[in-house]
């Protein structure tokens, strides 16, 4: 069965810091990945999507960055953290179909004083 | 524009029947989804339609009108544990979900 880890689970960073999240993937070859933001009480807003190794979509004009270096590897990064970049950071995947459906990771809680 | 309505919170009693409405406006249409999350977790998949009509799965169901542009999720015997937010999501004809805001549903006792 497949299986999608992320860590950290909390990150806790001030302003102007850099950000790595990571999100790997188990049990399944050449996943959709997918970063997602969740500000709070509110719905997820798409980052960044991947279709595969090196091919990253962004979807809103941001200070963060996605790579994919690896097939099941998916990494989202900052070079300077803002205030707003607070929030709920969700990874998820999908598979070969384009109507599969997004499976998603346990989440990196990341606040930025 | 894409656009997804459902409501902000509703509440319901424990083992009542809750009928959480969804309108969706997309370019194209690939389907709605469904997700459950529960506070400070992530989204975990409840359903798909595609088609017109109701999919049963348990406690759970979930109706599609594309015409209407418009689905229901329905949740029957409702328990404790039911307290959680509903996610709407449509797919458009980039096969992207776009994404309600949620639906917080709080059960009482």
Redesign the interface.
């Known amino acids: 069965s497949q299986t999608i880890h992320q860590w950290p689970a909390t990150l806790v960073q001030p302003v102007g810091s850099p950000l790595s999240l990571e999100c790997t993937v188990e049990g399944t070859s050449n996943p959709n990945l997918y970063w997602y933001r969740q500000a709070a009480?509110?719905?997820?807003?798409?980052l960044f999507?991947s279709v595969g190794i090196g091919q990253i979509s962004s979807e809103v004009p941001q200070n963060l960055s996605a790579s994919r270096p690896q097939d099941r590897q998916f990494i989202l990064s900052s070079k300077k953290l803002l205030l707003s970049d607070s929030g709920f950071y969700?990874c998820a995947w999908k598979g070969l179909r384009?109507?599969d459906?997004?499976?998603?990771?346990?989440?990196t809680?990341l606040t930025v004083l | 524009g894409q656009n997804i309505d459902q409501p902000t919170e509703m509440t319901a009693t424990e083992g009542a029947i809750v009928q959480i409405n969804c309108t969706y406006q997309t370019s194209g249409f690939n389907g709605l989804f469904w997700y459950q999350q529960h506070a400070g977790e992530a989204p975990t998949f409840l359903s798909y339609n595609v088609l017109d009509g109701l999919e049963e799965k348990g406690r759970f169901s979930s109706f599609l009108s594309r015409s209407k542009g418009y689905s229901y999720l329905l949740l029957k015997e409702l328990q404790m544990k039911d307290s959680a937010s509903y996610l709407c999501a449509a797919m458009d004809s980039n096969y992207q979900l776009i994404w309600g805001a949620g639906t917080k549903l709080i059960i009482k006792p």
């Open positions: 009480g509110r719905g997820l807003q798409l999507y969700l384009e109507t459906t997004q499976y998603f990771g346990p989440g809680r």
